[in-house]
């Protein structure tokens, strides 16, 4: 064996150039394996991040009204079950909100030195102080207190998606809205748990009695938002219900998000099959392109192997050789193309400004891989070498 | 059947017996490259094999060396009948007793001439280091023990068919088969490969050569013509002096 290994060593050596481009395609596929799987796991790494941050403290309670039917918050969720709520481990904060769906809310906007504003279709939502920090809203000028909802201050926060599409800014604006005149104290900049305050107008609940006037066939739904620290999200739900309405907890509608161990093995799962299935794309055209090449620097070495056979060489020690400078080939550039992958997953990661993460095992798999696609690529190559013919062969 | 004429010298000590060798292939039409050719060749002796191309020498001299397999007759090597032989017994066979030396010298290009002679020397279970002693009083002995480390491509005719003829008899075959030796080489090489083959016949090796040169062809000590696939007219020759 050792001498099948010098052999092969020999010619590699002495034909460095030809063993370099049969060398590039399972090198590259190495690369792009050893990158997929480096890119699916710090993308794996990324996602759930995200997710632990906000969704996965994120628990809503709501209830849902029959149409036409109009309630006062109060009447639906007391505000005592809120207040009970805020005082549960794991609970950072709970606000409340109503919002009105069916007929569209017509507002219309006044804007210091411009004329009336034309009347526009708005969502409405009614919520209590403490709804801007459960949905962790960031607001430009003030939100509302309880002091605006006590003495029902006409004031307003808006979205900044809608604010943007009326020109409002805090502070200079005011609305017309169901004919309450209500001054624009605040802009909703960003939220991460409730993404619909960005396309609202946000009516303190003092004045919900003028707000639900006149809405015959609307729909108000009374619901809950509650933002909980990492882990408490199973917990806060199974009793958010019973704390919110003791006396009728089914009436409401609990919402807990994915528990986000289980997501975040759905989506490793995911990301490994995914990054799995391209490498090995890749790795299978390595195979081809080596065997190709492999074949056809055979084909230009039929006088050597006829050479071989006549000075005595086996048809497997043929065999072998081939197959020996294959996997040589293979080995070297797995390990290259391999390394080469670490190298651009940690420049993707530098220009993406993401943490990079990587199994080393698989780096080592790539290797192997490598290794193998060599093998198997010089499997068909070696056979058709140990074919030749020594006196057809050298005769050409 | 074989025909009077191509009956060649034969009898017992022969290194090599030929007895109604044929040689055909497939057609359509069917080719008969050999027929029935049977001679001897002692041990020692320089066989000269010549006739016109075509003629059949080539393939006659791939059977001597077992790199084809004849359609019939006998074929004897340093006492092992060749038929009961398999691919495998037959590539050890090559490795021991037969050294081949080819028009084309068919050296590997890449490698340095000590590279070429110990690759051969590879495939027959000889240490490396014995490998490279053997490599080196062969190539010593061609002359070339200047240049043991130079790249075979970077060799001049003469010297790439030396390091051929290294290639042959370091490990001291039974018989060097020549296809052509001299066909690619200018007058005064030719001479010396000549020369060469005829030492080692001298020195107790055995040389069959196919070859269209005259010279060649005389400095043997017995010749066989091969004519359409017959092996027509062994002569004896007188032998040139070389210095």
């Not at chain 1, 998606?161 to 209500?182: D, F, M, N, P, Y």
């Not at chain 1, 108000?220 to 806060?236: E, I, S």
């Not at chain 1, 220009?351 to 990079?356: A, I, K, R, Y």
Request: proline letters at 4%; hydrophobic letters at 45%.
């Amino acid at each position: 064996m050792y001498d099948v290994l010098l052999n092969a060593w020999l010619i590699l050596r002495s034909r460095w150039l030809r063993t370099l481009s049969c060398g590039l395609g399972v090198a590259l596929g190495c690369t792009v394996f050893v990158m997929a799987l480096g890119l699916g796991q710090t993308a794996q790494a990324q996602v759930s991040d995200r997710f632990d941050v906000f969704r996965a403290t994120t628990v809503s309670a709501s209830f849902r009204s029959d149409a036409g039917v109009t309630a006062l918050p109060e009447e639906r969720i007391p505000a005592a079950g809120v207040a009970r709520v805020r005082t549960m481990p794991g609970v950072i904060d709970a606000g409340r909100f109503t919002a009105l769906s069916g007929q569209p809310v017509i507002v219309r906007a006044r804007v210091p030195g411009t004329t009336d504003a034309e009347p526009v279709s708005v969502n409405l939502l009614l919520a209590d102080p403490h709804l801007f920090a459960a949905a962790h809203a960031a607001v430009a000028g003030h939100s509302f207190t309880s002091v605006d909802e006590r003495v029902q201050r006409h004031v307003a926060v808006v979205g900044a998606a809608l604010a943007r599409e009326l020109g409002l800014t805090a502070g200079q604006s005011t609305l017309s809205i169901k004919g309450l005149h209500v001054q624009v104290i605040g802009v909703i900049e960003s939220t991460h748990r409730m993404p619909e305050l960005l396309n609202s107008v946000v009516l303190p609940e003092g004045l919900a009695a003028a707000a639900l006037r006149n809405s015959p066939g609307d729909r108000v739904d009374t619901g809950v938002l509650v933002a909980t620290r990492p882990g408490a999200p199973r917990v806060v739900g199974d009793r958010l219900a019973l704390a919110l309405l003791p006396t009728a907890p089914s009436t409401l509608g609990v919402q807990v998000p994915e528990d986000p161990s289980r997501l975040r093995l759905q989506v490793s799962a995911d990301l490994r099959r995914l990054s799995l299935a391209a490498a090995a794309v890749v790795l299978v055209g390595g195979v081809f392109a080596i065997a190709n090449l492999m074949q056809l620097n055979v084909s230009q070495r039929v006088r050597e192997f006829g050479l071989r056979r006549a000075v005595g060489a086996k048809r497997w020690q043929v065999v072998t050789q081939v197959l020996s400078e294959a996997t040589i080939i293979g080995l070297v550039a797995g390990v290259a193309g391999s390394t080469l992958g670490v190298w651009a997953l940690l420049g993707v990661c530098i220009w993406q400004t993401w943490t990079p993460v990587l199994d080393i095992g698989a780096v080592g798999f790539g290797v192997v891989a490598g290794t193998l696609g060599g093998a198997v690529g010089g499997l068909i190559p070696a056979m058709l070498a140990a074919r030749i013919a020594p006196a057809s062969a050298l005769r050409l | 059947m074989s025909s009077p004429s191509s009956r060649a010298t034969t009898g017992a000590g022969s290194l090599l017996k030929c007895r109604g060798l044929r040689r055909s292939f497939d057609g359509p039409p069917q080719v008969h490259a050999l027929r029935d050719a049977t001679f001897d060749v002692r041990a020692g002796e320089f066989l000269a094999i010549v006739g016109r191309s075509g003629s059949g020498k080539s393939t006659l001299l791939n059977l001597l060396g077992l790199l084809d397999s004849p359609s019939g007759g006998e074929l004897t090597l340093a006492g092992t009948d060749t038929r009961a032989l398999g691919s495998r017994e037959r590539a050890a066979f090559r490795a021991r007793q037969l050294g081949f030396v080819f028009q084309a010298f068919h050296l590997l290009p890449e490698l340095t001439t000590v590279e070429n002679v110990t690759v051969a020397l590879s495939y027959q279970g000889i240490s490396r280091r014995q490998r490279r002693v053997l490599a080196v009083q062969a190539l010593e002995r061609m002359g070339l023990g200047h240049r043991l480390d130079a790249r075979a491509r970077t060799l001049s005719g003469g010297e790439q068919q030396r390091v051929a003829l290294a290639r042959a008899l370091a490990h001291q075959p039974s018989l060097i088969l020549a296809d052509e030796p001299t066909g690619n080489l200018d007058s005064q090489t030719e001479a010396e490969i000549t020369s060469i083959l005829r030492t080692l016949t001298q020195e107790g090796g055995t040389v069959v050569v196919v070859t269209h040169n005259d010279e060649l062809a005389a400095a043997a000590d017995r010749r066989l013509r091969v004519h359409d696939g017959v092996v027509t007219s062994p002569t004896a020759v007188t032998r040139p002096t070389y210095v």
